[in-house]
């Protein structure tokens, strides 16, 4: 019988990522008893491929978040060798490139061979053990004295009911599916794009920019916020009153009106009001309420006026279901049997340390009733950091 790891990280995206740098880093934890677990091949492998498929070139979000410890480790980076060569920060808050923050990114994992505590496989259920869990697998059981569950949403993109029963068809896909190619879009000659937040924005100029005809079909009219909740919900000012409110119901409404949901920021709004104004983007405000593939291509039918258009393809960039994440893994037979506490919306109700049971902690989404607004962001990779150092 081997001995239980110390921690077991299941979901190698950027939280997994950065909290298995902050334990062996900074907590000082052995490297051979901590474990991520994640399909995925590379560390942050999901986060590439979803900020790649929007043609997003810079982050929304400040250079001070990002996977490695000190704050102005980014910062630093631009001074030498690739980082520099690399080095884009936009004003204000310093945001990064997308192409220099993954350099930085992969610099990290190098640096301080973060690759090296990844077992590639997905985990499929939790037990409880005496002390700890055993977290099955697809490649095996692995047992822990502590897990972190780092899931993020990638696993459940909302998918509007009329979309559905065309699953399999490449002409009507979501932009965060595995499948979804943003240069198989550019190559057809006219794109509808259904949603009106910022990776809807950022797809049409893309494809705009590689001729591509497009309409962008949003239920309202571009809604445009710098960042996706206001930068006081990254401190006390906000924060303070967050954590004073007892009533997880109370919780999940502060963070709902909280968030800036189908927004883009000004920049993103004025490079496409420029494809607007030349006439290579449209924008209809409708909801789709059915599509049909042709031979000719799709036909997207719409609640009002223009009621109907006809498209070779249709991108849906209508980001994720809300419901609680974790899929199986985290089902009612599992909350159950597990005994874990959740709030009406589904999520869980966890203590300030992050911890969801004895030795069961929680980041990102799961984190949310805690962590506020922000903790699906970078920034709640590093909240979550902080207080999980308070633990190991
Ligand atoms: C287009 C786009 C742009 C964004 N830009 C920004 C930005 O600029 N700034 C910002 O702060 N935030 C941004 N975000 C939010 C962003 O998603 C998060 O900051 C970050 O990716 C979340 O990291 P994560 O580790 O929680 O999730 P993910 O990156 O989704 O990683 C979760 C990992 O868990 C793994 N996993 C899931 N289930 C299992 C299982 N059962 N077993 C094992 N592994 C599992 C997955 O394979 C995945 O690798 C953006 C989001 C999108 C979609």
Redesign the pocket.
Known sequence: MTTPLDWLI???????THLSHVLVNRAGVAPDRVRV????EHP????WR??GA?G?RY???PGV?HVDLHPHALRRFAKKGDGKRLARFVYPYDRPGLEFFRAHTEHVVREHRLGSLRERC??TAITRLGEGYRVETNQGALDARRVVL??????QLCVPSWARPLGGDARVQHI?SATFSREAAAAARSVAIVGGGI?AAQLACALTAAGTEVTVVARHAPRIHRFDSDPEWLGPKAMSGFSRTRDPRERRRLIAAARHRGSMPPEIASDLRRELRCARAKWIEAEPVSADVTAAGVRLRLDRAPHLIEVDRVVLATGFEVHRPGGA?LGEEAIDRLGLPCADCGYPLVSPRLEWASGLFVT?PLAELELGPTA????G?RAAGERLLAVA
Do not use: W, Y
Not at 376 to 379: G, L, S, T
């Open positions: 299941v979901g190698g995206g950027v939280h997994g677990l994640d399909p995925q942050v492998e999901t986060f979803v900020t929007t997003m982050l929304r979000s978040h997905r985990a780092a899931l993020g949403l990638g696993e965060f990776s893994l990102g699906r962001n970078i920034a990779a």
